[in-house]
């Protein structure tokens, strides 16, 4: 049988996508931790938002451009050792942006102009969709560099994950757009910018005077940067198409995040990417699942009515904790509630798998290979539980 | 909450807005109140949870006292332009609209404020009592409530300018406008409401109204059950079990204990978020909804909103 560590070795690029809340980023990071430990691979996990102590777990302690290699002593407790090696880094959307604007200005003047122009970092929070291109980009980045084998990206909660993919197009096309042009023609050509000119009229009676014409502005100095721009979207667009590239979708068993996974999946399936891994995450443990809990349940319901097993069980539980002062008939009416409790949860976790299982089958559709990840007692805090995690991911 | 007249519910992805913001509509409605319910991005699950056909621009009654709108900033503009301006053949001008999604996507303020005023105005007009707003997530409602302030300081002049300092006197009065935020009792849930209350605190002058705990695991046992539980998970407890009733019960106890160590996780994230928001100073209404995905199925935002009705009555 193929397993995840073997799915994710033929890829040199991984881009991880799912809806918020899902547990992506720590998908992602066990993937990284897999490869690093079954390969002799170098892994590279680009992350956006991490949690703190899932930032701590990578040892990453500050956001940064700068890729951290993660030292075998934060294996040390673990019976998993590193084979390959293994590096992090958070994404810093605005210093990538800085980065691009100092990358592609044609001088110094432009540079600092862009930089300083009260629109630049709205433009750059918001226009563009631009942590979405950032994501890619750095990916582009990492990749080229050549100084890895294998790259997990794990990419910005979006309204929708396709703006990931349409990012760099994006990119392109608005350097290309006619009201670009027209906006900026009043440097380049006279004659358009005396076509504009109602424009700007309008434009002012509605938005305030000379609002249109600062944005104008900004977009001049902008497209000094075109060719350089649109250059990089190109070729970060072709890697996003490569063979090496391919995807991983995180999902929840709950309807609204299955939904956007299966949007997401069958889109990048109509665009012909490859979706080579759906990962189900917070699937109850396989041991739960199935006739086993459920003929235990109904264990527990007769046990409760079995005077016998009750008060045996009461002496010996009383017998073992004798300091709790509690009378022997006030305690069997304790043990049998608790074991209704338990009986109680032991359905309900039934009910809930019945649930997850009916929704795996529509995962099925839109992925190579998937794989649950287990439902977990607490939230990843340190190596020894992402290494857990991926050598928890069965491919179902 | 539900006596103010402006509500933006937001939180970060995943939290279940839309199903509290659909909830909350519910349960206003319960208590007598004409709603609005706005869902600010067209993605359609709003009127999906309210089991009704797409919503559009205009609002339509979906049932007694219950309107439900779709934000459209076009429509918006259009709007606008013949409200305020009073020149209906502006917005008649082709391209228009495109150029001015153009540079409200790169001047600050711009496509909020319309958004905000749509908002404001139907409070103005006083159609509803109240308005409830799923709006936009944890990064981008700051920069919505405090619309009307930042363009001001970008655009010093001109009618748009104008038309922002009515928006702001609703949005900055407490009795009637507030943020409630929603999260859920994960750690990055928690760390982003927190943020975005400090946030709202320094960068807004727009009041928190609650905070709202979605998801919240039910209390699994009591105090003394808890001991009993512990006491049957050691050996001679186990094996006297399977020896009177002919089977373990391991994997109950094991079911049972996965449940009690969310439930644990999730008391621990909502106490830090307590503890976070004493240190803010934050004074708000502070609920918590249960998470239902340990019961039958059934309509979640019937539940969600009778558990509301009750706690706010």
Redesign the interface.
């Given at each position: 049988m193929t397993t995840v560590a073997e799915l994710i070795q033929r890829d040199g690029l991984i881009v991880v996508c799912g809806?918020?809340?899902?547990g992506k980023t720590t998908v992602s990071a066990a993937l990284g931790v897999l490869a690093a430990t079954q390969t002799e691979k170098r892994v590279l996990v680009l992350t956006v938002?991490p949690?703190?102590?899932l930032a701590n777990a990578l040892g990453l302690s500050e956001f940064g451009n700068v890729e951290v290699q993660i030292t075998s002593d934060l294996f040390k407790t673990s019976k998993t050792k590193l084979r390959g090696s293994l590096s992090a880094a958070m994404i810093d959307t605005k210093a990538s942006w800085d980065d691009l604007i100092s990358r592609h200005a044609p001088d110094e003047a432009t540079r600092n102009s862009v930089l300083q122009n009260?629109?630049y970092k709205?433009?750059t929070e918001?226009?563009i969709h631009s942590h979405d291109y950032i994501a890619i980009e750095r990916l582009y980045q990492a990749h080229s560099s050549g100084a890895y084998d294998l790259i997990i990206v794990d990419t910005p909660?979006s309204?929708n994950a396709l703006t990931v993919l349409d990012a760099p197009k994006r990119m392109q096309d608005f350097f290309s757009s006619r009201?670009?042009k027209?906006?900026t023609a009043n440097t380049q050509w006279q004659l358009l910018a005396l076509a504009a000119k109602p424009?700007y009229e309008?434009?002012?009676?509605?938005?305030?005077?000379?609002?249109?014409r600062?944005?104008a502005e900004?977009?001049t100095l902008f497209r000094t940067m075109e060719t350089g721009f649109v250059e990089r979207a190109k070729k970060v667009e072709a890697l996003l198409h490569d063979t090496k590239t391919s995807f991983a979708i995180v999902t929840t068993l709950?309807d609204?995040?299955l939904s956007e996974a299966e949007f997401l999946g069958l889109a990048l399936k109509e665009r012909k990417f490859s979706t080579n891994l759906a990962i189900a995450n917070r699937v109850i443990?396989k041991?739960?699942q199935g006739q086993?809990?459920i003929?235990?349940?109904q264990?527990?319901n007769?046990?409760r009515q079995?005077t016998?097993?009750v008060s045996?069980?009461t002496d010996?539980?009383l017998k073992?904790?004798p300091g709790?002062g509690?009378d022997e008939e006030s305690f069997s009416k304790?043990?049998t509630?608790?074991l209704e409790?338990?009986?109680n949860?032991?359905q309900?976790?039934t009910?809930?798998s019945e649930?997850q299982s009916a929704l795996l089958d529509r995962v099925a559709g839109f992925a190579d290979h998937f794989a649950t990840a287990p439902?977990l007692?607490?939230?990843i805090a340190d190596i020894n539980g992402l290494v857990a995690l991926g050598e928890n991911l069965n491919i179902v | 909450m539900l006596d103010r007249q402006l509500l933006f519910i937001t939180g970060?992805?995943?939290?279940g807005k839309s199903t509290v913001a659909a909830s909350l509509g519910r349960a206003a409605v319960a208590q007598g109140k004409r709603v609005l319910l706005c869902e600010m991005?067209a993605?359609g699950?709003l009127s999906t949870l309210l089991q009704t056909s797409e919503l559009s621009f205009t609002p339509r009654e979906i049932s007694p006292n219950l309107s439900a709108m779709t934000m459209n900033t076009q429509d918006a503009l259009r709007e606008y332009?013949s409200i305020f301006?009073k020149t209906p053949f502006?917005a008649a001008?082709p391209?228009?609209a495109?150029?001015?999604d153009?540079?409200a996507?790169?001047?600050?303020g711009?496509k909020e404020v319309l958004v905000v005023g749509k908002l404001c105005y139907e409070v103005r007009k006083g159609n509803y009592d109240i308005v409830i707003v799923d709006a936009e997530?944890t990064g981008h409602i700051v920069a919505q409530v405090a619309a009307p302030t930042t363009l001001r300081n970008?655009?010093?002049?001109?009618?748009?300018?104008e038309q922002t300092l009515w928006m702001t006197a609703i949005l900055e009065d407490p009795q009637k406008t507030g943020v409630v935020v929603v999260t859920?009792c994960?750690?990055?849930?928690v760390?982003e409401a927190l943020e975005l209350v400090e946030a709202l605190q320094t960068k807004t002058k727009v009041d928190t109204a609650a905070i709202i705990v979605n998801r919240v695991p039910s209390e699994?046992?009591t105090k003394?059950?808890e001991?009993?539980?512990t006491?049957?998970n050691?050996v001679?407890?186990k094996s006297?079990?399977t020896k009177?009733?002919?089977?373990?019960?391991?994997?109950?106890?094991?079911?049972?204990?996965?449940?009690r160590?969310?439930r644990n996780?999730a008391t621990h994230h909502i106490a830090s978020l307590r503890s976070g928001l004493a240190e803010l100073d934050s004074i708000n209404e502070f609920l918590l909804l249960p998470d239902f995905?340990?019961?039958?199925?059934g309509s979640l935002v019937a539940k969600l909103s009778s558990e509301l009705e009750a706690e706010l009555s």
């Amino acid at each position: 049988m193929t397993t995840v560590a073997e799915l994710i070795q033929r890829d040199g690029l991984i881009v991880v996508c799912g809806s918020g809340g899902v547990g992506k980023t720590t998908v992602s990071a066990a993937l990284g931790v897999l490869a690093a430990t079954q390969t002799e691979k170098r892994v590279l996990v680009l992350t956006v938002d991490p949690a703190k102590r899932l930032a701590n777990a990578l040892g990453l302690s500050e956001f940064g451009n700068v890729e951290v290699q993660i030292t075998s002593d934060l294996f040390k407790t673990s019976k998993t050792k590193l084979r390959g090696s293994l590096s992090a880094a958070m994404i810093d959307t605005k210093a990538s942006w800085d980065d691009l604007i100092s990358r592609h200005a044609p001088d110094e003047a432009t540079r600092n102009s862009v930089l300083q122009n009260s629109l630049y970092k709205n433009l750059t929070e918001r226009f563009i969709h631009s942590h979405d291109y950032i994501a890619i980009e750095r990916l582009y980045q990492a990749h080229s560099s050549g100084a890895y084998d294998l790259i997990i990206v794990d990419t910005p909660p979006s309204r929708n994950a396709l703006t990931v993919l349409d990012a760099p197009k994006r990119m392109q096309d608005f350097f290309s757009s006619r009201l670009l042009k027209l906006l900026t023609a009043n440097t380049q050509w006279q004659l358009l910018a005396l076509a504009a000119k109602p424009f700007y009229e309008i434009a002012d009676r509605l938005l305030g005077k000379g609002l249109l014409r600062d944005v104008a502005e900004f977009f001049t100095l902008f497209r000094t940067m075109e060719t350089g721009f649109v250059e990089r979207a190109k070729k970060v667009e072709a890697l996003l198409h490569d063979t090496k590239t391919s995807f991983a979708i995180v999902t929840t068993l709950e309807d609204a995040p299955l939904s956007e996974a299966e949007f997401l999946g069958l889109a990048l399936k109509e665009r012909k990417f490859s979706t080579n891994l759906a990962i189900a995450n917070r699937v109850i443990p396989k041991e739960l699942q199935g006739q086993a809990l459920i003929k235990q349940a109904q264990v527990l319901n007769d046990a409760r009515q079995n005077t016998e097993l009750v008060s045996e069980l009461t002496d010996l539980l009383l017998k073992t904790d004798p300091g709790s002062g509690i009378d022997e008939e006030s305690f069997s009416k304790l043990l049998t509630q608790t074991l209704e409790t338990i009986q109680n949860y032991a359905q309900a976790t039934t009910h809930i798998s019945e649930k997850q299982s009916a929704l795996l089958d529509r995962v099925a559709g839109f992925a190579d290979h998937f794989a649950t990840a287990p439902m977990l007692e607490s939230d990843i805090a340190d190596i020894n539980g992402l290494v857990a995690l991926g050598e928890n991911l069965n491919i179902v | 909450m539900l006596d103010r007249q402006l509500l933006f519910i937001t939180g970060k992805g995943g939290v279940g807005k839309s199903t509290v913001a659909a909830s909350l509509g519910r349960a206003a409605v319960a208590q007598g109140k004409r709603v609005l319910l706005c869902e600010m991005d067209a993605k359609g699950a709003l009127s999906t949870l309210l089991q009704t056909s797409e919503l559009s621009f205009t609002p339509r009654e979906i049932s007694p006292n219950l309107s439900a709108m779709t934000m459209n900033t076009q429509d918006a503009l259009r709007e606008y332009v013949s409200i305020f301006l009073k020149t209906p053949f502006v917005a008649a001008i082709p391209g228009l609209a495109s150029i001015f999604d153009f540079v409200a996507d790169a001047a600050p303020g711009v496509k909020e404020v319309l958004v905000v005023g749509k908002l404001c105005y139907e409070v103005r007009k006083g159609n509803y009592d109240i308005v409830i707003v799923d709006a936009e997530s944890t990064g981008h409602i700051v920069a919505q409530v405090a619309a009307p302030t930042t363009l001001r300081n970008f655009v010093p002049l001109g009618p748009l300018n104008e038309q922002t300092l009515w928006m702001t006197a609703i949005l900055e009065d407490p009795q009637k406008t507030g943020v409630v935020v929603v999260t859920t009792c994960q750690e990055m849930a928690v760390n982003e409401a927190l943020e975005l209350v400090e946030a709202l605190q320094t960068k807004t002058k727009v009041d928190t109204a609650a905070i709202i705990v979605n998801r919240v695991p039910s209390e699994i046992f009591t105090k003394s059950q808890e001991i009993v539980f512990t006491q049957l998970n050691q050996v001679a407890a186990k094996s006297l079990f399977t020896k009177k009733s002919g089977s373990s019960i391991d994997l109950s106890l094991q079911a049972t204990g996965l449940a009690r160590a969310r439930r644990n996780l999730a008391t621990h994230h909502i106490a830090s978020l307590r503890s976070g928001l004493a240190e803010l100073d934050s004074i708000n209404e502070f609920l918590l909804l249960p998470d239902f995905s340990y019961q039958p199925t059934g309509s979640l935002v019937a539940k969600l909103s009778s558990e509301l009705e009750a706690e706010l009555s």
